[in-house]
């Protein structure tokens, strides 16, 4: 996806490690997966749900569901980064859309849509987003209601034809 | 999902590692997939694209897609298997479904449906399954072809409403 209007969250920038590839130096499938949870990890931070958040709430965030899209090999060593797009809230899940991109580029190597859950880890067990945090989770999917879904969300997997 | 006629493929089976788990000894979301695809390897094997296949037929499997659902936790030292389903093939590409489970024992801790594609190396492009390779990949899926549509395949994410 395009971001000329700079909308998109960039939560998260890094290297393409030696220990996530293959043989090849090529990022292996799995790892881009690492990626992707390391750019939801730092959407956490930007609600709220840094370390100092969970403790201060008790909550954290479970993946519900994954789905992702391989689209372009990146090499080791390639610097890269995640965009990421708030597809939508309710009170206790946030529905996300991230890309991974080599950094400062356009094209998508992969895409990542994943369900997330708030999470009371006293359960632990599915609550309602903290008084705190709610509104910060709000704001984000606001700023992103007017973007275009995104090519690879709501997808299911099939054989063509 | 249930195999009393022991007819799902066992291609994995391990343990979970301490470098795949959290602060709290429970593995992490991304590592699931290290999971599968470990699995992915194995089942390649066992349709001849193991490294002697691939350097014999110049191909390599690459993944398409892939989607996840999280069901349950497990921790750090569990002995854990993957069972596999071969949903759908055609010839070039595989559809298949992966579950986790504590080792004999029927709880599913995650499910995994992928799609494969056959590449040819010396491109990379997309090809047909080799001469040597196809037979096996046809007759893994014919012994599969009664079975029911597992619980989470072909899903799409979206929030519930």
Redesign the interface.
Same mark, same amino acid.
């Given at each position: 996806m395009s971001d000329a209007a700079g909308l998109l969250l960039a939560p998260w920038r890094g290297t393409v490690l030696h220990e996530w590839t293959d043989y090849n130096g090529h990022l292996?499938?799995?790892?881009y997966?690492?990626i992707? $949870?390391m750019a939801t990890d730092a959407l956490m931070d930007l609600f709220g749900l840094d370390e100092a958040g969970r403790q201060a709430t008790g909550h954290s965030i479970?993946?519900?569901? $994954?789905?992702? /899209?391989?689209l372009l090999e990146v090499k080791e060593g390639t610097p890269i980064e995640v965009r990421t797009q708030i597809l939508?809230?309710?009170a206790k899940?946030l /529905?996300v859309y991230h890309t991974l991109h080599v950094a400062d580029t356009e094209p998508v190597l992969a895409a990542n849509?994943?369900?997330l859950l708030n999470v009371d880890m006293s359960g632990p067990r599915a609550a309602p987003f903290a008084p705190t945090v709610l509104p910060r989770v709000q704001a984000l999917a606001a700023r992103h209601q007017g973007l275009p879904t995104p090519k690879y969300?709501?997808? $299911?997997?099939?054989?063509?034809?």
């Open positions: 292996r499938d799995a790892h997966l690492v992707f $949870s479970f993946t519900l569901e $994954s789905h992702i /899209n391989y939508g809230v309710d899940r /529905n849509q994943q369900m969300a709501g997808r $299911s997997i099939a054989l063509p034809g």
